[in-house]
């Protein structure tokens, strides 16, 4: 009879053979116990397995907070970026050789604080980047601060009495600045960001890729995995993603329904 030791041995070489893991690093990832950021590395990986995609012609491109870590865990070439400098980063990248794929990875402090005045930059360009937004509404790395997405109200220890300023709302901003691709999506749900991935890097333009995810660490109160679950739910049934009118109308009314919410097919 096999141990626990030589079982688990065994199921790491099946999941190696397998190639499942192929786009990780053999750095673990650092992220905490039950963090979102696990599920959408599962996403993103998965997707680039499926894809086949050559790892030498993949490059993830990271900013500053947790979610920056990303490219230490990926076996693609990765570039670690200063604050809120993923895109126009990741747009030099693919300006100087269009045959890579590119992905752009931050958190929504650093993409929508220090880093808020590329993105209707890169959207108004449809520079060809994928841009995957990771929403926890908190800064994670640095303990808990309200970012640009937190609630009225939330409080921490840097807002003990509650935030006074409205939250921004990413998938509003993206339709505004014309992106031409659009998808909002959950941690909780690896297959739908892999499929999301999938269909976002056909287009050739700017992708962007909104993701739910919580901070369990700092987060106990609104992105917990508990309320995520009870909030998302996909698009309405024959929603038509083509139609910008309606992706509005769609953002404007309901903030957790989840799926491709604009595709504008170039
Ligand atoms: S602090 Fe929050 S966002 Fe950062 S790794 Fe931990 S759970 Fe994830």
């Not at 065994?10 to 999941?15: A, E, G, K, L």
């Not at 050739?204 to 995995?225: A, E, L, R």
């Amino acid at each position: 009879m096999k141990t626990p030791a030589r079982v688990l041995v065994d199921q790491i070489h099946n999941i190696e053979e397998s190639g499942r893991f192929a786009a990780r690093s053999n750095a673990l990832p650092t992220w905490c116990p039950g963090c979102g950021y696990f599920g959408i590395h599962q996403g993103l990986n998965d997707c680039i397995t499926k894809l086949r995609l050559p790892l030498h012609e993949v490059v993830t491109v990271s900013g500053i907070g947790c979610a920056g870590r990303y490219s230490f865990f990926s076996s693609t070439y990765g570039l670690h970026m200063v604050h809120g400098r993923t895109l126009p980063t990741a747009t030099g990248i693919k300006l100087a050789n269009p045959r890579l794929t590119v992905f752009a990875i931050g958190g929504d402090g650093d993409g929508l604080a220090i880093g808020a005045a590329h993105f209707p930059h890169i959207a108004r360009r449809n520079v060809d980047v994928n841009y995957l937004l990771f929403d926890n509404s908190i800064y994670g790395l640095t303990k808990g601060q309200p970012s640009p997405t937190s609630p009225i109200g939330s409080k921490t220890k840097a807002s003990p009495y509650g935030t006074l300023d409205s939250p921004l709302n990413a998938t509003l901003m993206a339709l505004t600045y014309g992106a031409s691709f659009v998808a909002r999506l959950f941690a909780g749900d690896p297959k739908g960001i892999t499929e999301a991935l999938i269909e976002g890097i056909k287009n050739p333009g700017f992708s962007i890729f909104h993701i739910y995810t919580p901070c369990v660490t700092f987060d106990k109160t609104f992105k917990t995995w508990t309320n995520l679950k009870k909030w998302v739910h996909p698009l309405p049934e024959g929603y038509d993603p083509t139609n910008i009118r309606g992706a509005f109308d769609e953002v404007l009314s309901d903030d957790f329904s989840l799926g491709i919410i604009y595709n504008r097919g170039a």
